[in-house]
């Protein structure tokens, strides 16, 4: 048995790494779509389709769980491929546990202090003095509005502004320095502060991609403002999820294997760096 995780590229080595230190026993199988990335900007469609066929490979490699390290993919696809699709994998698996859980709803849980599975109030009861929740997304992620709604469900007197940063996913795919990235970053934070009025309380980095590069975020914006980091968010809530469900089992061989739909090889530089030693990947 093992975890698989998903993304569209390589943003999700920052779930995987997240993964790999809480679990450091269990059997991690990635799975990179780089064949398709980015998924910012695809029809929904598309995006179904695509992490619909990276979920059954994970599965067929041996995983009984999946995470979407992709934002776009859980805001996208998630809800859809469980409860349509799920449901017949489990059949042809002769009723063995299959399941796939996103990034989104762990992050939700993060920002706004409430477990999911409290009932929120709704509407929520509205405060005098908000505190502002800045996202850092792909246009796809923004377009789907899945914070705002989420959030405006659970609490009141928190404000979510939303800024798409359509040009990040792809750059750091493609290995660029990160003196490239660094006005770009600071761009989108400039942008996000002047709509806003004043810097947000709390940001979220809401690609995974973005983590790769979560030292520019945090030197671009204001001291006071806490980040939120989406990959401790998940290995919390994948922690909570294994204890509450037993008949999933992690492994215990600590295999770690890395696939793509992409170029198998050595990954660029800036993703080697971010994790440690060389990222080699396998064709999927």
């Known amino acids: ?58 599965f067929e490699a041996g995983c009984d769980l999946v995470v979407l390290g992709c934002n776009t993919a859980s805001a996208i696809a998630l809800r859809r491929l469980q409860q349509t699709w799920l449901p017949s994998v489990r059949k042809a698996r002769g009723g063995k546990p299959a399941n796939i859980l996103g990034i989104i709803v762990p992050t939700i849980e993060a920002a706004t202090g409430l477990p999911w599975a409290q009932e929120p109030e709704y509407p929520p009861e509205k405060a005098e003095a908000l505190e502002v929740l800045g996202i850092f997304a792909t246009a796809g992620t923004v377009k789907s509005r899945v914070y705002e709604i989420e959030i405006d469900k659970r609490r009141g007197d928190l404000a979510v502004f939303a800024e798409p940063c359509p040009q990040l996913v792809p750059m750091i795919e493609d290995g660029a320095d990160r003196l490239a990235l660094a006005p770009i970053i600071e761009g989108h934070v400039e942008a996000l502060i002047r709509r806003i009025g004043r810097p947000p309380n709390r940001a979220v980095l809401g690609c995974t991609h973005y983590e790769i590069v979560a030292d520019l975020f945090r030197r671009a914006l204001p001291e006071a403002v806490e980040l939120i ?56």
């Open 1 to 58: 048995m093992a975890i698989g995780v998903f993304d569209s590229g390589v943003g999700g080595l920052s779930v995987h790494r997240a993964l790999v230190r809480r679990f450091p026993d269990a059997d991690l199988i990635y799975l990179a779509d780089q064949a398709h990335a980015p998924y910012g900007g695809l029809p929904g469609e598309r995006i179904v389709e695509l992490t619909k066929a990276g979920c059954e490979r994970l």
């Open 229 to 284: 980091h989406q990959p401790r968010a998940t290995a919390d809530a994948l922690e909570r999820y294994l204890a509450a469900h037993p008949e999933y089992d992690p492994g215990s061989s600590g295999e770690r294997r890395f696939l793509t739909t992409g170029a198998p090889g050595p990954q660029n530089g800036i993703v080697s760096a971010f994790w440690g030693e060389t990222v080699v990947f396998e064709p999927a």
